[in-house]
């Protein structure tokens, strides 16, 4: 919501002023900061999290999953970043390519990219094609003995390309995951927070009939402050708490990272920030869209509210 912004610094100040203290010790803003997220959100998705960082709401998300599903593998988009976490490098192809290499228990799935990817604008359906895809490491996993945990990945991938998934993958690959036992995890930590305008979440651009089992938040959820936040369903919430084992964050969610939270969605709302990311996004793209017509180096412009991708080539033809 830009950089120090007045009703941020405010809300923080004033906390800090009353109290600071870990989440053992109860405090309203937890709760008001939940039940005001819960209403940008579907209704299925009613648990909370608190965290201090995007890695660690990946972090835990990935444990929900396993917990929930008792098994391990992970599927995610080629090109993908996560986190900075030992656990989120396994899951990251853009980092552990260059590192460790790919874990036994990773399956990458082509990025759904209908410019660049393996299915183009031309195909006549790349929504499915992409989407078996998946499908087609589900069976090969299975037959290796392997069980999926989770479909892992960003609403909209923002290191892989700024790309946008056709709308109906991802229900499509929900319904390959779910039926293999694992659930679906949309990573908003770079594009939530209406970011894209029209929506909220970036995930609901592929339709009201989506919606993840768990959702992970970071970046803009607390302007720069260190905040994060997952979103997960009752039933993945109480298989985690069944082992008896409580999640614990000695400063997710106190109160004046909840303080700025709060002053954060005040300020979306109040300056109308998801009608400005759209406005600003489609004068950006109608500008970028009459440079293309001038250097063929443009192959292509893309994107959504203020997610937009430049690409640029050697040859348009290949």
């Known amino acids: ?70 098994h391990e593998d992970v599927i995610v988009l080629d090109h993908a970043y996560h986190g900075h976490l030992t656990s989120l490098i396994d899951i990251s192809p853009y980092k552990f390519r260059n590192l460790e290499g790919q874990k036994e228990w990773v399956h990458v799935a082509p990025v759904p990219d209908t410019y660049r990817g393996l299915y183009r604008e031309d195909h006549e359906d790349s929504v499915t094609a992409y989407a078996d895809e998946v499908k087609n490491i589900i069976e090969h996993a299975h037959k290796r003995g392997r069980k999926i945990a989770a479909f892992f990945a960003e609403s909209l991938p923002s290191v892989g390309g700024q790309i946008i998934p056709p709308a109906g993958y991802f229900q499509k690959v929900a319904e390959h995951v779910h039926k293999a036992g694992g659930v679906f995890i949309a990573d908003e930590i770079q594009v939530g927070f209406g970011r894209v305008g029209k929506h909220f979440w970036a995930f609901q651009l592929q339709g009201e009939d989506f919606i993840p089992d768990i959702v992970t938040m970071g970046k803009p959820i607390g302007n720069g402050h260190p905040l994060a936040c997952v979103a997960a369903t009752e039933e993945i919430a109480e298989a985690f708490a069944a082992t008896g084992v409580e999640y614990f964050n000695t400063f997710g969610g106190n109160p004046v990272s909840c303080a700025i939270g709060l002053a954060v969605l005040d300020v979306i709302e109040k300056e109308h920030l998801q009608a400005h990311a759209t406005e600003v996004g489609n004068f950006l793209m109608k500008l970028l869209k009459k440079q293309q017509i001038k250097h063929p180096i443009i192959g292509d412009v893309r994107g959504c509210g203020l997610f937009i991708g430049v690409d640029l080539i050697k040859d348009q033809a290949e």
């Open 1 to 70: 919501v830009g950089h120090c912004h007045p009703d941020i610094l405010e809300a923080a100040h004033k906390q800090n002023q009353l109290l600071n203290t870990n989440s053992r010790y109860l405090h309203d803003n937890l709760v008001d900061y939940a039940e005001r997220l819960s209403k940008t959100l579907p209704e299925k998705l009613c648990i909370f999290y608190f965290l201090n960082s995007g890695s660690e709401a990946n972090d835990l998300a990935l444990r929900l999953a396993r917990q929930y599903t008792k």
